[in-house]
């Protein structure tokens, strides 16, 4: 079992530039593959963006790469995501989550509470 917290959302204009940060606890982090979801008001949570163990595979999508960048610190227990020249459109909660590596839900068996983005115009 591990538990993650997420943190670093914010109010930022479009534009702008924000990290997010995913804490875990309870196990080490380095045994789990990383990925991080959002999920906007009234539409489904979507995958953003996954990193496997060592970060040796990466995996974003479409609407953020170039954009956003998933990294980790296996030491420090940590997942982060950068992400840079937000839209409005990025508004959402974003989700840490634990488990296989893949773009699917599904997949992920640990999630976080989320850390609210917002981006205004």
């Known amino acids: 079992q591990v538990q993650l917290v997420e943190s670093g959302g914010g109010l930022v204009q479009a534009g702008g530039s924000l990290r997010l940060s995913c804490a875990a606890s309870?196990?080490?982090?380095?045994?789990?593959?990383m990925a991080w979801f959002r999920q906007a008001p009234g539409k489904v949570r979507e995958f953003v963006a996954t990193?496997?163990?060592?970060?040796?595979?990466?995996a974003y999508a479409d609407s953020v790469k170039g954009r956003f960048t998933i990294a980790r610190d296996n030491a420090k227990n940590t997942v982060y995501l950068k992400m840079n020249s937000l839209k409005p459109e990025d508004t959402a909660i974003y989700y840490c989550?634990?488990?296989?590596?893949?773009?699917?839900?599904?997949?992920?068996?640990?999630w976080g509470q989320g850390t609210q983005v917002t981006v205004s115009s």
């Open positions: 990193i496997t163990r060592t970060g040796s595979s990466i």
């Open positions: 309870g196990r080490a982090s380095s045994e789990y593959n």
């Open positions: 989550a634990a488990g296989g590596w893949s773009t699917q839900r599904s997949s992920y068996a640990f």
